[in-house]
């Protein structure tokens, strides 16, 4: 049985202009061992999805699904105490902004000691060691000193770090990440996603990568989903998908980026949804 | 040879740091000489990772910081804003565009104002005109008049980008800083405004400073690109030199860097994978 199964999940969110739906009936399904890469354009609902499956959606939102299972719990009925057990201990996330998602007021190390104080149990000196040896795993030079820093002053690409250490702390099953190299440079995104990949296959985790950049997807992915205003547009292996994508949407994708630009001009997403109108306009 | 817009002689641009009650001053060499030319219609980027101080440069060549040491001439004219004072006609030469659309806007101006400040403070056009230019404006970025009237909070990112565009276009200049113009956006929005760069770029034969660290938009824009590393031009050339045969060590670790989408690339990375 797959780690994470979602049947037909709808997310919708009410608004002054009535029920906006932010997704649409996705099934989605990721095994251990595996990657998978959930692309879109903003707005498509990639993130809302899996806040969804996080439980950490607002009050205005009406999460329904078929059936969601996480490691054999299922995440529709469980309690709030239930959810707060199995997140950050079973399944962790890690979001885009670094430096907006670590708390300024704390010490990195105090933010890292207060998971494993709670999901661990463990003691103070425990912690202490257990910190020191995650900051080493993500590559964090002389770990001792950095638990005392704060996140101001540590640079983007360390606070991301101190993220996935956070995330990583107690062993997930799964690990989602959102967007986690959006707000860095090149080269730092290489080593963030380099570091990603050998800690999924070190630990045998699933990971879900957030992204819209398919680049990542193809630097990282073994399975992909395309996703557009909140519905699946092709689910294919990463292979398969940039060799030869079904999808109208995801050529479009495709032909957007700069590297595979014919000519002069960028096609862009707006000519395929141009061009799939006047196709249905055709149509009977 | 056509006729050169900007060119720059060993600029260097030094900054100051700390030097309190007891504290030692200290000094940053954010940009560590630099020289270039750039001709009339042709693209320049800038190409380097955080703190290397291609946005300082972009600032100096909008006249926004003034340069330590060295020249920078405009137009074949020296200038250097510690000493002159900066008049209205060298700012209408040049324009920035910052990267992040959601900052560079004020939350409480409306567009039609965006637009006809700039006209406002360096110009004497009457306030019919400057509605008629800001309204023609907004229609060459893709936007519409029914805009005018509207604040930013309204427009997705691709739109306010497109705003951005369209104030720094309003006094018709000749140079355009863009400082990560599409690094905040979405794939395809940022293709559609790689695009309209491109169309405005023929229509009004604009010189562009590129100033980006991805390097895929870089190859598909720029005419020449100079790769910057700690304040210093590692590689400076045509693109087909730069992409075709990189000198520089760091060059090479950004090319190695960047993420590869075809699928040769993708099948030696999940054989590898396998193999592991």
Known sequence: MALLEIKNLSVGFDTNAGLFMAVQGIDLSVDNREV??????????????????????PKTATVTADSMTFDGHNMLTMTGKQRREIVGRDVAMIFQEPMASLNPCFTVGFQLEEVLRFHMKMDGPTRRKRAIELFKQVGIPAPEERLNSFPHQMSG?????????IAIACNPKLLIADEPTTALDVTIQKQILDLLVSLQVKHGMG?????????????????????????????????????????????????????????????????????????????? | MSEVVLEGRNIVRDYHVGGGLFGKQKTV???????????????LAIVGESGCGKSTLGRILTLIDPQTSGELLIDGKPINIAKDRVTAEMRRKVQIIFQNPY????????????????????????????????????????????????????????????????????????????????????????????????DLQDEFNLTYVFISHDL????????????????????????????????????KTLFAATPKSDVESIRARLAKKKAA
Do not use: W
């Open chain 2, 103 to 198: 900052g560079s806007l004020n939350p409480r101006q409306k567009i039609g104002e965006v637009l006809g400040e700039p006209l406002l403070l360096n110009t004497n056009k009457t306030a019919a005109e400057r509605r008629d230019l800001a309204m023609q404006m907004l229609v060459k970025v893709g936007l519409g008049p029914e805009h005018y009237n509207r604040y930013p909070h309204m427009f997705s990112g691709g739109q306010r980008q497109r705003i951005a565009i369209a104030r720094a276009l309003m006094l018709s200049p000749s140079l355009l800083v863009l400082d990560e113009p599409v690094s905040a956006l979405d794939l395809s929005v940022q293709a559609q405004v790689l695009n309209l760069l491109a």
């Open chain 2, 216 to 251: 895929s938009v870089v190859r598909y824009i720029a005419d020449e690109v100079m790769v910057m590393y700690y304040g210093e031009v590692v590689e400076y050339g045509t693109r087909e030199e730069v992409f075709a045969n990189p000198q520089h060590s760091y060059t």
């Open chain 1, 207 to 284: 990971l879900i990568m957030i992204t819209h950049d398919m680049g990542v997807v193809a630097e990282t992915a073994d399975r992909v989903i395309v996703q557009y205003k909140g519905r699946k547009m092709e689910e294919a292996d990463v292979l398969s998908l940039f060799e030869s994508p079904k999808s109208p949407y995801t050529r479009a994708l495709l032909s957007a980026l700069p590297e595979n630009a014919t000519g002069d001009r960028l096609s862009t997403v707006a000519d395929f949804m141009k061009n799939e109108a006047a196709n249905a306009g055709v149509a009977p």
């Open chain 1, 36 to 57: 998978l890469a959930i692309v879109g354009e903003s707005g498509s609902g990639k993130s809302v999805a899996m806040l969804a499956v996080m439980g950490l959606l």
């Open chain 1, 157 to 165: 690409g360390q606070c991301q770090r101190v993220m996935i250490a």
């Open chain 2, 29 to 43: 060499h954010a940009v560590k000489g630099v020289s270039f030319t750039l001709e009339k219609g042709k693209t």
